[in-house]
């Protein structure tokens, strides 16, 4: 059982950046997704990465502003967040598969194909 723990999370203002971690043991065999949901939202993909980090994805809406990244000398996925705003409030998860997401997006994106998840860190961004 691979039990992913997300840290970084905060209050940010507009424009501001956050770094996010995800860790676990053993967590280099695995393909990581980040996820988040938002208030009365549906879960929302965001990025992915392959387990070795060669391949990554991103979904439109962050693809300009967020980059995925991963030490597994650390064990350690990150999420580096940019120019952030209101409307990337939300919780934040990361969460593992073994599938092959990376090259599709609609795969990387859908939380289905993901077998375990962290319990998410909270990004507030406001003034």
């Known amino acids: 059982q691979l039990q992913l723990v997300e840290s970084g999370g905060g209050l940010v203002q507009p424009g501001g950046s956050l770094r996010l971690s995800c860790a676990a043991s053993?967590?280099?065999?695995?393909?990581i997704g980040w996820f988040r949901q938002a208030p009365g939202k549906e879960r929302e993909g965001l990025s992915c990465i392959s387990s070795r980090g060669g391949s990554t994805n991103y979904a439109d809406s962050v693809r300009r502003r967020f980059t995925i990244s991963r030490d597994n000398t650390k064990n350690i996925v990150y999420l580096q967040m940019n120019f952030l705003e209101p409307e990337d409030t939300a919780v934040y998860y990361c969460?593992?598969?073994?599938?092959?997401?990376?090259?599709?997006?609609?795969?990387?994106?859908?939380?289905?194909?993901?077998?375990?998840w962290g319990q998410g860190t909270q990004v507030t961004v406001s003034s």
């Open positions: 053993g967590i280099t065999s695995y393909n």
């Open positions: 969460a593992a598969t073994t599938r092959p997401v990376i090259s599709r997006l609609v795969m990387c994106e859908a939380t289905r194909f993901y077998d375990f």
